[in-house]
C-alpha cells in the first residue's frame, strides 16, 4: 500500500516537474521577445534622436540663412529703390542736358541765318555798298569798318567832306537807336608818324582821329556825346602784316563798334526778318 502511495507522488511530482519547465521556457522564451522589442525599440529611438538633433541644427540652420535673406532682400530692395530714384535722376539730367543741347543748336541756327539779315538791313539803312566799307557781325557786336582814304589825307586827323557823308549816314542809324552806344576806334599802319609836334606817335594819331570823327558826329550830326566812345589802337591790331603798300592802306582804317542791348538788337534782327518775308 505504502509503495502505490510513494509510486504516485513520484508520478505526480514528475508530472508537476514537467508542467513547470513548459511554463519557464515559455515565460523565458516571451522574456527573450520582449527584450529583444526592447532593444529594437531603444535603437529606434536612439536613431529618431539623432535624427532630430539633426533636424533641429538643419532647423536653426535654415532659421538663421532665411533670416540672413529676409535681410538682404530688404537690403537689395532699398538699394534696388535708391539704384531707380539714381537713375531717374540720371535720365532726367540727361533729358535737360539734351534739351539744352538742341536749344543752343537752334540758337545758333538762328543766328547764322539772321547775322546775313542784320548785316542786310544795316547796310540798307547806312545806304553804302562801297568796298572800302564793311558791316559785320560778331557775336551780337556790330562792326562798320571804313577805310581810312574815305576819311582822312595821308597823316592827317582832319575829317575829309567825302568822309562827313558817310558818318552822316553811320549817324542815321546811331540816332534811330538812342540806347546804342558807339565806340570809334582809330587804327593806323606800322609807319611812324612824321607830322607836327602836337602828336607823338601813331597811338596819338588814331586817338586824335577818333576824337575827330566823335566831333563831327556830335557837333554836325546830331549823335549824343553819351552814346560814343573814343578809343585809338595805334598799329598794334592790324589786319595784315605791314609788309606791302595795300596791306599797310588795309590796316589804316577807323571802326564804329555798335553796342546795342540785346533785346534791342533781336527786335531789329526779327523786324529786318518779317521785311524779308514780305
Not at 214 to 228: D, T
Request: glycine letters at 4%; a positive charge; charged letters at 30%.
Amino acid at each position: 500500500m505504502k509503495k502505490s502511495i510513494i509510486a504516485l507522488s513520484l508520478v505526480a511530482l514528475t508530472l508537476t516537474s514537467c508542467g513547470t519547465k513548459k511554463k519557464i521556457a515559455a515565460l523565458e522564451a516571451q522574456n527573450k521577445e520582449c527584450q529583444d522589442l526592447l532593444n529594437s525599440t531603444t535603437m529606434k529611438l536612439n536613431l529618431c534622436l539623432s535624427e532630430k538633433e539633426a533636424l533641429l541644427k538643419t532647423s536653426d540652420y535654415l532659421k538663421q540663412n532665411t533670416s540672413e535673406l529676409i535681410n538682404s532682400q530688404k537690403e537689395m530692395t532699398l538699394l534696388t529703390s535708391k539704384g531707380a530714384q539714381n537713375l531717374e535722376k540720371s535720365l532726367e539730367s540727361l533729358r535737360e542736358k539734351d534739351l539744352k543741347i538742341t536749344r543752343l543748336q537752334d540758337a545758333l541756327t538762328r543766328k547764322d541765318s539772321v547775322t546775313l539779315a542784320l548785316v542786310t538791313s544795316l547796310k540798307s539803312s547806312v545806304g553804302i555798298s562801297d568796298p572800302d566799307i564793311e558791316i559785320n557781325v560778331e557775336k551780337g557786336v556790330v562792326f562798320i569798318s571804313i577805310a581810312d582814304k574815305l576819311l582822312f589825307k595821308s597823316g592827317s586827323y582832319v575829317v575829309s567832306d567825302r568822309a562827313k557823308e558817310v558818318l552822316a549816314k553811320v549817324a542815321k542809324v546811331v540816332n534811330s537807336r538812342p540806347t546804342f552806344e558807339c565806340m570809334v576806334e582809330g587804327h593806323t599802319d606800322n609807319v611812324p608818324y612824321t607830322g607836327n609836334g602836337i602828336l607823338v606817335d601813331n597811338w596819338d594819331l588814331s586817338v586824335k582821329r577818333s576824337t575827330s570823327i566823335i566831333r563831327v558826329l556830335v557837333k554836325e550830326l546830331g549823335v549824343k556825346p553819351s552814346q560814343l566812345i573814343a578809343a585809338g589802337r595805334g598799329e598794334f591790331i592790324p589786319l595784315v602784316e605791314n609788309n606791302t603798300v595795300d596791306n599797310r592802306a588795309k590796316n589804316r582804317r577807323t571802326r564804329i563798334v555798335v553796342l546795342p542791348k540785346i533785346d534791342e538788337f533781336y527786335d531789329m534782327i526779327e523786324k529786318e526778318m518779317k521785311n524779308q518775308k514780305k
